[in-house]
Each structure stands twice: as C-alpha cells, then as structure tokens.
C-alpha cells in the first residue's frame, strides 16, 4: 500500500512537471504581456541577468498595436512601464528610443519607437 501512494505522487510530481514546461513554452499573447507588466513587482527587479526580447519579433503588427494602445491607456501598466524604462535605460540595457511593453517570466518585452 505505501509502495502504491509513493507510486501515485510520483507519478501526479511527474505530470505537474510535465504540465510546466509545456505551458512555459506556449508563445507568448498581447493578454500575458500585459498582465506580467501590470503585476511586476517593479521594486523586486535587479538587472542581472536580463532577458531582453523585441515584441515585434513574437507579435504580429497588429498585436503590437493593440498592446501598445493598451498601454496608453492604463494607468498602472503605463507606471510600470516608465519606471522599467528608466531602470533599464540607467543600466545602458535599452536606448532612449525602447520601451517595456510587456514582462513573462523575468523576460522584458521592448518595442522600438523610433519611426
């Protein structure tokens, strides 16, 4: 009877692991940007190790329009926004023409503004 507990956690460890990472792998979506940027803990944020990745390489135009049309509009993501561009644009991580669009997974999302 134990071996068969032991046998079932393992297995249920097994298939949350298996789970992870391939919901770690789905592509990331204009909702998933947005809410890794709105719920950053921006004062947890060190800049070792920075992933930096521009969002038109994993977004279509028009994604990036409407994440970009979000992002005007919402207060708290916008806040969040503005103090990662500065934290990174002090750190010489992204130019003056870059912003933070978007946070998954300790990963930032920039998107270049320069016409």
Request: net charge negative; charged share 10%; no cysteine.
């Given at each position: ?7 079932a956690l ?19 979506t204009v ?51 503005n103090i ?32």
């Amino acid at each position: 009877m134990k071996r068969l507990r032991s046998l079932a956690l393992l297995t249920a460890m097994l298939a949350s692991f298996a789970f992870v990472s391939v919901a770690a792998a789905a592509p990331p979506t204009v909702g998933t940007l947005l809410s890794g940027l709105i719920n950053v803990n921006v004062g947890d944020i060190t800049i070792t190790d920075v992933v930096v990745v521009d969002v038109q390489d994993v977004l279509n135009d028009n994604q990036v329009e409407i994440l970009n049309n979000v992002l005007n509009n919402s207060p708290i993501a916008s806040n969040n926004s503005n103090i990662l561009n500065d934290l990174l644009r002090r750190a010489n991580i992204i130019t003056g023409n870059q912003i933070v669009v978007g946070v998954l997974g300790g990963t930032f999302f920039i998107l270049d503004t320069t016409p």
